[in-house]
């Protein structure tokens, strides 16, 4: 069973920044592809960024481009999540997803296509 543990979130200003981290209890890390998706109040859970096994592709919602970087620490087991730039719309609950079955080179951007979820980190952007 692996174990998604989000960490991170917290309350920050219009234009400020902060940084989600995700720890993968799975044993070996590098065989899953890791992804962010956020749900606001009143909305769907949405994809944000993901990350390929070997870290080598990333791929982000237009949203989000230029202002969050995903990127990951395969010695530590942890992915991560810098946010830049924080807009008031960028508030919501971050979580974490790993797929399993992967190739190295892949990411991937629908929910179904991720195997374990974190229990969520809240981020809110307010003045």
């Known amino acids: 069973q692996v174990h998604l543990v989000e960490s991170g979130g917290g309350l920050v200003q219009p234009g400020g920044s902060l940084r989600l981290s995700c720890a993968n209890s799975g044993r070996t890390f590098t065989r899953y592809a890791m992804g962010w998706f956020r749900q606001a109040p009143g909305k769907e859970r949405e994809f944000v960024s993901a990350?390929?096994?070997?870290?080598?592709?990333?791929f982000y919602t237009d949203s989000v481009k230029g202002r969050f970087t995903i990127s990951r620490d395969n010695a530590k087991n942890t992915v991560y999540m810098q946010m830049n730039s924080l807009k008031p719309d960028d508030t919501a609950v971050y979580y974490c997803?790993?797929?399993?079955?992967?190739?190295?080179?892949?990411?991937?951007?629908?929910?179904?296509?991720?195997?374990?979820w974190g229990q969520g980190t809240q981020v809110t952007v307010s003045s």
């Open positions: 990350i390929s096994r070997s870290g080598g592709i990333t």
């Open positions: 997803a790993a797929r399993e079955r992967s190739d190295y080179g892949s990411v991937h951007v629908h929910e179904y296509e991720y195997d374990y």
